[in-house]
Structure formats: C-alpha cells, structure tokens
C-alpha cells in the first residue's frame, strides 16, 4: 500500500511561485503514472499535471500549461509541481495522486492512491 503526503502549499500573492512536493512511498515511480489535482471552493476536482512511466512523459491542462512544470525525483521518490505565475484563480487544494489503473492521466477516477492536500492561496 503506497501513502503520499503533500507539502509546499502556502500564501502568495499574483505573480508569485511555489514548489509543491509528493512524497512518495511505497510506489517505483517510473513504473507509473502520477497526477497533480487541484480542487477550487466549489469546483469539480480538476487534473492539471501528470507524469508517467519511464520516460517520464508529461501532461499538462491548458489552464496551467506554460506556468507549472511536474517533475519527479526517482532516487527520493518525490514528485513535484514548480508553480509560477500564479493567479488568483489558482487558488484550491492540490492534492498528488498515484498508479493510474484506467483512464486518462488527467481523469481522476482512474487513480488508486490519493494523499490529504495542500492548500494554495493567491491574493491580488
């Protein structure tokens, strides 16, 4: 049973940046695909950012291509998000999410692990 835990969220203001991390454990990453969520008072959970198998390919929403880049760590087992420009709509609860069994990389219902979240917050 993998666990993944979610840090770096915080408060910043529109223009600003964070790095948000995934530890993973219990998972060989390059052996499968990891997501970015975030979920907005009130949203639908969004997928915004994945990346998956050994060649570490990427997949990004429109809503946040060319701003946030996903990247892993194979050695620490940590995935992360760097998250620049960040605009007020940007502000959710971004959660990591582990071993796509179905579906699409950016489709939620096909994960089976989820961690607790970290909240991000952008102020004008």
């Known amino acids: 049973q993998g666990r993944l835990v979610e840090t770096g969220g915080g408060s910043v203001q529109a223009g600003g940046s964070l790095r948000l991390s995934c530890v993973a454990s219990?998972?060989?990453?390059?052996?499968?695909?990891m997501a970015w969520f975030r979920q907005g008072a009130g949203k639908e959970r969004e997928g915004i950012a994945a990346?998956?198998?050994?060649?570490?390919?990427?997949f990004y929403s429109d809503s946040v291509k060319g701003r946030f880049t996903i990247s892993r760590d194979q050695t620490q087992t940590i995935m992360y998000l760097q998250v620049n420009g960040l605009k007020p709509e940007d502000t959710a609860t971004y959660f990591c999410?582990?071993?796509?069994?179905?579906?699409?990389?950016?489709?939620?219902?096909?994960?089976?692990?989820w961690g607790q979240g970290t909240q991000v917050t952008v102020s004008t």
């Open positions: 990346i998956c198998g050994r060649g570490g390919n990427t």
């Open positions: 999410a582990a071993d796509l069994r179905a579906g699409a990389a950016l489709e939620s219902h096909g994960y089976k692990d």
């Open positions: 219990g998972y060989t990453l390059e052996r499968i695909c």
